[in-house]
Every structure is written in structure tokens, then in C-alpha cells.
Nanobody, 132 residues
Framework: QVTLVESGGGSVEAGGSVRLSCRVI????????WAWFRQAPGKEREIVAS?????????????EYADSMKGRCTISRDNADDTMFLEMNSLKPEDTATYYC????????????????????WGQGTQVTVPS
């Protein structure tokens, strides 16, 4: 188990950018799946992006993005600091939500990368608000 601590949320003008951070505290293994989800009031939690770390990938990492976020966000990890980032650009009011980082330390991401049920570690969430 690890502890995940998000930061970086806030109110951002439409069209603006935000960079969210997720600090990982604890032991991290060589094959892991990390992700950002978001949940707006009255809606289900949905995937934003995932990043998988493992020797099976070229360069050691593999990224996936929700269709709604492709071209507007970048997920990354800093292995030295055990921190994961989500940078979002061209923000829209519909991006308003609580953003959560999640981790599965048991295996790399697979076809179920977008399923919140496969992640067994969650942060407390950070709010991003894009006023209309």
C-alpha cells in the first residue's frame, strides 16, 4: 500500500492550464499502473489518463488518454521524486471536477486501464473549477 497526496487544483479560467501533482509515499514496485480520474457532482468517476511503468514497454512507460482529453492533457511521472503529474490545457467548464490520482501496484495497466475498480490506492482528490 502507498499513500497518494494530490495538489495543484484551483479555479482556472476557461482556456487556461493547470498542473496537478500526486505525491507517492511508500514502496513502489517495478510494474505499476497509475491514473488520474475525475468526478463531477452527480456524475460517475471517469478516467482521464493512465501511465504504466514496466520493462515491457519501449522506454519503460506507456500512456493512455480518455478520448475527451486527447490533445489537451499530458500524464507523466518523476521517478526520482515518486510524483505523478497531470497537465491539462485548453480547459473548459465541463472539466470542472474533483480529480483523483490512483495506483495499482500489482501489475501494469491493461485493457481495463479505465476501470476505477482495478485500482487499489486512491488519493483524497483535488478540486479543479473552470467557471463558465
Amino acid at each position: 500500500q502507498v499513500t497518494l497526496v494530490e495538489s495543484g487544483g484551483g479555479s482556472v479560467e476557461a482556456g487556461g492550464s493547470v498542473r496537478l501533482s500526486c505525491r507517492v509515499i511508500g514502496v513502489v514496485y517495478s510494474r505499476t499502473c497509475w491514473a488520474w480520474f475525475r468526478q463531477a457532482p452527480g456524475k460517475e468517476r471517469e478516467i482521464v489518463a493512465s501511465i504504466s511503468v514496466g520493462p515491457a514497454y519501449a522506454g519503460g512507460i506507456s500512456e493512455e488518454y480518455a478520448d475527451s482529453m486527447k490533445g489537451r492533457c499530458t500524464i507523466s511521472r518523476d521517478n526520482a521524486d515518486d510524483t505523478m503529474f497531470l497537465e491539462m490545457n485548453s480547459l473548459k467548464p465541463e472539466d470542472t471536477a474533483t480529480y483523483y490520482c490512483a495506483a495499482d501496484l500489482r501489475r501494469i495497466c491493461g485493457e481495463d486501464w479505465a476501470d476505477p475498480g482495478r485500482y487499489n490506492n486512491w488519493g483524497q482528490g483535488t478540486q479543479v473549477t473552470v467557471p463558465s
